[in-house]
């Protein structure tokens, strides 16, 4: 559904962060993106909506290049994203953050039954439905931006590090949610450093390692990968 093919991207210094990065995110699977900070995680998920236009390579969605695209656009053609800095609209109550998410959608049936379907993942949040978004607690924010993402009903969601900042404890159930919707269809393209929640979770999987990747394959195989058992899973 999403694939990179060559892709390298900088910043204004002209240093690149990202050197040919060739990766594809399979429809109806979690795909997972491993690595540790300064690796390049959250400048690829700029990269792919385009906030940091690609300096060479390709982006494909459903096999149209979208690497020149406006974000917006981008969006519209059905990728969510919910960005590392998932800081909410302080002033808007859960519900009116919930509706943002469906902002191009005029059917109020049609808003009701997604936000019906978000309460199902987090049951919280409905609790807090007139709450001040500003008011959250971190897991509590963390679900409401995974929730509003899906208020557009996309084609795929990216997920920036759903765990940093989170308790072992919300961790866990947010990597539950994230399970139960790609179990109901969705493809999902998961960016993190937590590589034992991301592999229980994800059906492929990459490691990125300084702006490159160093390694891919079946999460089964990762598992067994000295690179991973080193850099991740020893003593965790």
Do not use: W
């Amino acid at each position: 559904m999403l694939e990179l093919k060559g892709v390298s991207s900088q910043y204004e210094e002209k240093v690149l962060v990202l050197r040919n990065i060739s990766m594809l995110a399979r429809k109806g699977i979690t795909t997972c993106v491993l690595g540790p900070n300064g690796a390049g995680k959250s400048t690829l998920v700029k990269t792919i909506v385009n906030i940091n236009r690609p300096k060479e390579g390709q982006v494909l969605f459903s096999k149209i290049p979208i690497e020149k695209m406006k974000t917006h656009r981008i969006v519209k053609m059905g990728i969510s994203v919910v960005p590392e800095e998932r800081q909410p609209f302080p002033k808007l109550t859960v519900e009116e953050s919930l509706r943002l998410g469906a902002y191009f959608v005029n059917n109020s049936k049609v808003i009701y039954q997604r936000m019906e379907n978000a309460f199902g993942l987090f049951p919280i949040l409905k609790e807090r439905l007139t709450q001040l978004s500003g008011t959250l607690s971190g897991g509590e924010v963390g679900m409401l931006s995974i929730a509003r993402a899906l208020m557009s009903e996309p084609k795929m969601i990216i997920l920036d590090e759903p765990s940093i900042g989170l308790s072992p404890l919300i961790t866990s159930r947010v990597f539950m949610a994230i399970k139960d919707i790609n179990d109901r269809g969705l493809t999902i393209l998961l960016i993190e450093q937590n590589a034992k929640k991301s592999l229980s979770i994800s059906s492929y999987g990459y490691l990125l390692q300084k702006g490159e990747i160093i390694g891919e394959g079946e999460v089964e195989n990762l598992k067994q990968s000295e690179i991973v058992k080193k850099a991740y899973l020893r003593g965790k």
